[in-house]
Nanobody, 113 residues
């Protein structure tokens, strides 16, 4: 059974940083491109970033480019999202996603002063 467990969210002031983690199990983690997606209250799901199987290639949504960094540790079956210079618009539930549709329960991020 595929399991994805996100953690690391919380309340942070604008300009602050958070590091999200996603521990994967039940599948060969190193064999999949992985992504982070997010959903703000009342808004549709939004893709944030993706990383290829080996971690050598990453892509980002324009809204987070230059502020967020996606990475992975295949030895630990863990996906990360380093988020810097956070803005109020980054407030959302963040999920890691394994294709085609698997995602975890999410971790909430609130950016507010």
């Amino acid at each position: 059974e595929v399991q994805l467990v996100e953690s690391g969210g919380g309340l942070v002031q604008p300009g602050g940083s958070l590091r999200l983690s996603c521990v994967a199990s039940g599948f060969t983690f190193s064999g999949y491109t992985m992504s982070w997606v997010r959903q703000a209250p009342g808004k549709p799901l939004e893709w944030v970033a993706s990383i290829n199987m080996g971690g050598s290639s990453t892509t980002y949504a324009d809204s987070v480019k230059g502020r967020f960094t996606i990475s992975r540790d295949n030895a630990k079956n863990t996906l990360y999202l380093q988020m810097n210079n956070l803005k109020a618009d980054d407030t959302a539930m963040y999920y890691c996603r394994k294709p085609p549709t698997n995602r975890g329960q999410g971790t909430p991020v609130t950016v507010s002063s």
